[in-house]
């Protein structure tokens, strides 16, 4: 006697082929994790704290410009835009773009805060009047030389946890790791 291999109905292959693509996706995304993690800053996000921190030490005034390199799902870039700033995120990982891009369609903040898909090496931020940072310590030092080159004089940066070596902090939030520079040319 022989067995019939296959699928009995259109569910069940629809079931497969939905199991499937599911894998695949994720597959995706664990490797944008990975990519991430190895262009200098893998997604972990910011506490609530710790983002409030950032946006108090940024100084943020009606209309400046940040950006937010790493911005992951996009929490700095909604309190940026809070604070009245034109919020972008440059970000690797496509998922976490359209999450953020789609938070803001929906959200109050919609045409404040844009998401880019980037990679944040290859992105120029001389538009920025301040730049969000928690990426991984070794590669702080390939970023503080595109700053900078890339930003203008005066223009602050707030890093979350590391510091750039050989950098003069003129704000800092001690007990949630904070840290606010000015570009000196």
Same mark, same amino acid.
């Given at each position: 006697?022989?067995? =019939?291999?296959?699928?009995?109905?259109?569910?069940?292959? #629809?079931?497969? &082929?939905?199991?499937?693509?599911?894998?695949?996706?994720?597959?995706?995304?664990?490797?944008?994790?990975?990519?991430?993690? !190895?262009?200098?800053?893998?997604? &972990?996000?910011?506490?609530?704290?710790?983002?409030?921190?950032?946006?108090?030490?940024?100084?943020?005034? $009606?209309?400046?410009? &940040?950006?937010?390199?790493?911005?992951?799902?996009?929490?700095?870039?909604?309190?940026?835009?809070?604070?009245?700033?034109?919020? #972008?995120? !440059?970000? #690797?990982?496509?998922?976490?773009?359209?999450?953020? =891009? #789609? /938070?803001?369609? !929906?959200?109050?903040? *919609?045409? =404040?805060?844009?998401?880019?898909?980037?990679?944040?090496?290859?992105?120029?931020?001389?538009?920025?009047?301040?730049?969000? !940072?928690?990426? +991984?310590?070794?590669?702080?030092?390939?970023?503080?030389? $595109?700053?900078?080159?890339?930003? *203008?004089?005066?223009?602050?940066?707030?890093?979350?946890?590391? +510091?750039?070596?050989?950098? $003069?902090?003129? /704000?800092?939030?001690?007990?949630?790791? &904070?840290?606010?520079? $000015? +570009?000196?040319?």
């Amino acid at each position: 006697m022989t067995e =019939r291999i296959g699928y009995n109905t259109g569910v069940e292959l #629809i079931v497969a &082929v939905g199991f499937l693509v599911f894998q695949i996706l994720f597959a995706i995304f664990f490797l944008f994790l990975c990519l991430a993690f !190895v262009t200098g800053g893998p997604f &972990v996000p910011s506490n609530r704290k710790s983002v409030g921190a950032m946006i108090a030490l940024a100084r943020i005034t $009606k209309d400046m410009t &940040v950006i937010d390199v790493g911005s992951g799902d996009g929490r700095v870039l909604f309190a940026a835009a809070k604070a009245g700033a034109l919020a #972008i995120g !440059v970000e #690797i990982n496509p998922y976490l773009v359209w999450f953020t =891009r #789609i /938070r803001a369609a !929906v959200g109050p903040y *919609k045409g =404040r805060v844009r998401a880019v898909w980037s990679d944040l090496w290859k992105y120029d931020l001389s538009g920025a009047d301040v730049v969000f !940072v928690y990426l +991984i310590p070794w590669r702080m030092e390939e970023l503080a030389s $595109k700053l900078k080159r890339e930003l *203008k004089p005066n223009a602050t940066v707030v890093t979350n946890s590391f +510091i750039f070596p050989g950098w $003069k902090r003129v /704000r800092e939030d001690a007990a949630h790791h &904070v840290y606010a520079y $000015k +570009i000196e040319k």
